[in-house]
């Protein structure tokens, strides 16, 4: 049997501010059979998500970024098309770390097998609701925002795969949920099919006006996904003991350059200090000791229906470059996945 | 018998910037004989502490705040010199918050009776480090910041009531403490009397490289008093999973206006997310269930010799307001109080 032709896309440049086009290449180039201890896996879903922006910059970030000239790194839903490893065989499905490509031949390390029948959910949700993004909004709320029943909490990016698990979980923990989102069909999608009691577009002039509104009795929780005028409006609202949970600031991923003045840095401070705020960024992969009762309460609450979930599906390799720039711009509403093959 | 005539000083206007002498205005009054249920204190030891500076601005903070003509607040050490209160009698020593007068007469609320015979220790160490300034370095280091053995504490303003305290305790944890400071002299102090590892002077023109080089491992715990430049040049050298206690910012109380460009929020905010930082704001009164943990460590810590302390004591109320000024300077070294009145 001949190698397997592959199509990847690979880093062509560190991206200066947003990155474009040619900051990526398509490129094909072959895929051996798998030797002993092998797996050739063939890649179904692709997920997409704000943190690969961090991972193709040159600054510090979780993990070793990203180099010019290899392929983009990325989680996947994949299938087992041949096998020398004892753990696999062909057919099965897995859950992985291929990145932008087709196929990949691994050592099985780090794969996850997935259910055959993979349940009422669609498998693609592993990469979704059921997977990381539903994870880092449990880990998140729970364990550094620590909801009270009756506490405001706000949630950033409210449309989005994290976003709108955070307010759902927050909702079974009987808080007031309020959202912030960039369009109006956005918000009324999120008030709508995820619950939120409110939702306010921040691209609106007033937004300060109407968060503050929305938000009678101050903040509690602020799930901070965002960063920039968003998040300085938040803060600003927060009570005393309040939590802020730092997921990420997507609206400074692609800043070639710190804001113009005033520096904002010592009222921050002063709220932390006076208002006793904690403000703590985390990373999903540092909680898996919560992996099981995540998946046990996730698998649970999509069954009865308490927790909804949307995916927002692009075909094909060939477009990720432009989904994932639609992305970074906030032109996705839910889980952002690349189909990359159909499914046998 | 007549009333006592009572000096207190009051606050003459909220200071704007650096609290001027102006401010302030020392004004004699009567204080009445003790009704039923009353006693009359008389001021021993008045504590001073940066946190002062919050109570008399406009902006806000923990708690109500000093109004003009109002008599300044302060812990004092004070002795019970007429009493119609069941609970307290003439000659008993307790812990008020009399505020910064010679007199007080009081309901008895909120008063803290001290051992008579007070230890081995002077009883003024009731407001620092068997009082409030001690038990804010034991609640943030250990509630907040969780020292591990081996890890690095950095503490700033380390000559003074908090930070000396924390650095001590972080040695016990087993630590690599490193102090900062405003002068050689106190930063001798800090290393020769209260055992840090390192301490640098902030002052230095390359106050960041010796930072940097006293923490070859980075920093695990960066326990913050001061903010400004201190604290830009703590936080880049924080480690994945580091944390913050944020007890307070002695550079900027002063401040009239946000500094110049560029606005570092983004860059901090970065730092959190992407090394995982927790970074919180408190105030030892939200920590009262650890008071009596607290005070039979501390007990034990002086007895055995294990944590020292300094007391930086000036005579007379009429030296309140320079003393004051002094400490938000950072003149002073090791706790401020004033010698209100002698002890009998």
Request: proline content about 5%; charged content about 20%; aromatic content about 8%.
């Amino acid at each position: 049997m001949n190698d397997v032709t592959n199509r990847r896309v690979i880093l062509a440049a560190h991206p200066v501010g947003f990155p474009q086009n040619t900051d990526f290449e398509l490129i094909e180039s072959s895929v051996p059979e798998p030797s002993d201890g092998e797996v050739l896996l063939k890649t179904l879903y692709l997920s997409l998500d704000p943190y690969m922006r961090g991972r193709i910059s040159q600054a510090r970030s979780y993990a070793a970024g990203v180099e010019v000239g290899q392929t983009m790194v990325g989680g996947t839903v994949s299938r087992v098309t041949a096998s020398q490893h004892p753990k696999y065989q062909a057919g099965d499905i897995v859950l992985s770390y291929s990145g932008w490509q087709e196929y990949e031949v691994t050592n099985g390390q780090g794969l996850h097998k997935l259910d055959p029948d993979h349940g009422p959910n669609p498998i693609s949700t592993a990469l979704g609701v059921m997977g990381m993004p539903g994870m880092t909004a449990y880990v998140g709320l729970l364990d550094i925002g620590r909801p009270q029943t009756g506490e405001t909490v706000v949630v950033s990016s409210a449309a989005g795969a994290v976003g709108s698990v955070v307010g759902q979980i927050a909702k079974l923990h009987d808080c007031q949920t309020v959202g912030i989102a960039g369009t109006t069909e956005k918000c009324q999608y999120t008030i709508d099919e995820f619950g939120f009691d409110a939702c306010i577009n921040y691209k609106d002039d007033d937004f300060s006006e109407q968060l503050s509104r929305a938000c009678p009795n101050g903040i509690d929780i602020y799930f901070e996904n965002v960063g920039g005028k968003v998040f300085d409006t938040a803060y600003n609202l927060m009570n005393d003991s309040g939590r802020i949970p730092v997921c990420g600031m997507i609206s400074r991923y692609n800043d070639t350059s710190l804001p113009e003045a005033p520096d904002t840095l010592p009222r921050l401070m002063r709220a932390i200090l006076t208002r006793r705020l904690l403000v703590q960024g985390f990373i999903v992969t540092d909680h898996g000791t919560r992996l099981s009762t995540f998946s046990s309460d996730m698998s649970d609450w999509l069954k009865s229906g308490k927790i909804r979930y949307r995916e927002d599906i692009t075909e094909g390799l060939e477009n990720a470059v432009a989904t994932f720039q639609g992305l970074l711009r906030g032109e996705n509403t839910g889980k952002s996945v690349i189909k990359v093959s159909q499914e046998p």
